[in-house]
């Protein structure tokens, strides 16, 4: 990791999550002392499939994806995790080794918790797991629903529903700089880099969007809005 620290009482954090209000100060102190914060670059890998699962990884700052590696080394990625949410959670429970690997989409910042600390806090604190599992499955319903979603969307459609979600979800801003390449646009909605490209250039050409390197501006909303509403 680029850099890894242990500063930081979790009661003070910033970027606390909304779970830990159902923690009691006792528990609140466990984790402090058994996590540690790292400082990650764009690109660099923070968990890699197939390795042992040994903390729970909490997102403050910065984008990561999950992803799958398929034969010949493709990439498939799952979602994109944005800050203050846990990472990985669809699988954390279920299994000893990690079934996704994650990687920054650009420079970020991480708690990692020890697993072991917060399987003994759901031992002993219903509400949390309670929320925590509430946790988990949104977080599978949303990835489970954008799946379907964009399965049945025509390639316009796709594309359409990924500038918006950047917008709308990510940046909360109709300008922003793509984190992704087309390829990773590719890899994330089911569709060949080639066609990726031809439909931003037609989008531009349109002026529903401008493009200007990596940077995005939304420039027709409302038709781009209707573009991935009707596939």
Same mark, same amino acid.
């Given at each position: 990791?680029?850099?890894?620290?242990?500063?930081?009482e979790c009661s003070e954090?910033?970027?606390?999550?909304?779970?830990?209000?159902?923690?009691?100060?006792?528990?609140?102190?466990?984790?402090?002392?058994? &996590?540690?914060?790292?400082?990650?670059?764009?690109?660099?890998?923070?968990?890699?499939?197939?390795e042992a699962i040994k903390?729970?990884?909490?997102? &403050?700052?910065?984008?990561?994806?999950?992803?799958?590696?398929?034969?010949?080394?493709?990439?498939?990625?799952?979602?994109?995790?944005?800050?203050?949410?846990?990472?990985?959670?669809?699988?954390?429970?279920?299994?000893?080794?990690?079934?996704?690997?994650?990687?920054?989409?650009?420079?970020?910042?991480?708690?990692?918790?020890?697993?072991?600390?917060?399987?003994?806090?759901?031992?002993?604190?219903?509400?949390?797991?309670?929320?925590?599992?509430?946790?988990?499955?949104?977080?599978?319903?949303?990835?489970?629903?954008?799946?379907?979603?964009?399965?049945?969307?025509?390639?316009?459609?796709?594309?359409?529903?990924?500038?918006?979600?950047?917008?709308?979800?990510?940046?909360?801003?109709?300008?922003?700089?793509?984190?992704?390449?087309?390829?990773?646009?590719?890899?994330?909605?089911?569709?060949?880099?080639?066609?990726v490209v031809r439909i931003?250039?037609?989008?531009?050409?349109?002026?529903?969007?401008?493009?200007?390197?990596?940077?995005?501006?939304?420039?027709?909303?409302?038709?781009?809005?209707?573009?991935?509403?009707?596939?």
């Amino acid at each position: 990791m680029s850099n890894t620290t242990r500063e930081n009482e979790c009661s003070e954090c910033l970027y606390k999550s909304y779970l830990f209000n159902y923690l009691i100060k006792q528990e609140i102190g466990l984790v402090s002392l058994n &996590k540690i914060n790292i400082s990650v670059e764009k690109g660099e890998v923070i968990c890699q499939e197939g390795e042992a699962i040994k903390h729970l990884v909490y997102l &403050k700052e910065g984008l990561v994806k999950l992803y799958k590696t398929g034969q010949g080394r493709s990439q498939q990625i799952i979602s994109v995790a944005t800050p203050r949410d846990f990472i990985g959670l669809l699988s954390i429970f279920s299994n000893t080794e990690y079934v996704y690997s994650l990687a920054a989409l650009e420079d970020s910042s991480l708690c990692m918790i020890d697993l072991d600390v917060i399987k003994k806090i759901i031992l002993q604190n219903g509400k949390f797991a309670l929320n925590l599992i509430e946790k988990m499955n949104r977080i599978s319903d949303v990835v489970l629903s954008n799946k379907v979603e964009l399965g049945i969307k025509q390639l316009r459609g796709r594309i359409a529903h990924i500038l918006l979600m950047f917008a709308d979800q990510v940046y909360e801003s109709d300008i922003y700089e793509l984190p992704v390449s087309r390829k990773e646009i590719g890899e994330l909605i089911d569709m060949r880099t080639e066609n990726v490209v031809r439909i931003l250039s037609e989008f531009r050409k349109d002026q529903l969007i401008g493009i200007e390197g990596k940077k995005i501006e939304i420039k027709n909303k409302p038709m781009l809005e209707k573009i991935s509403e009707l596939g």
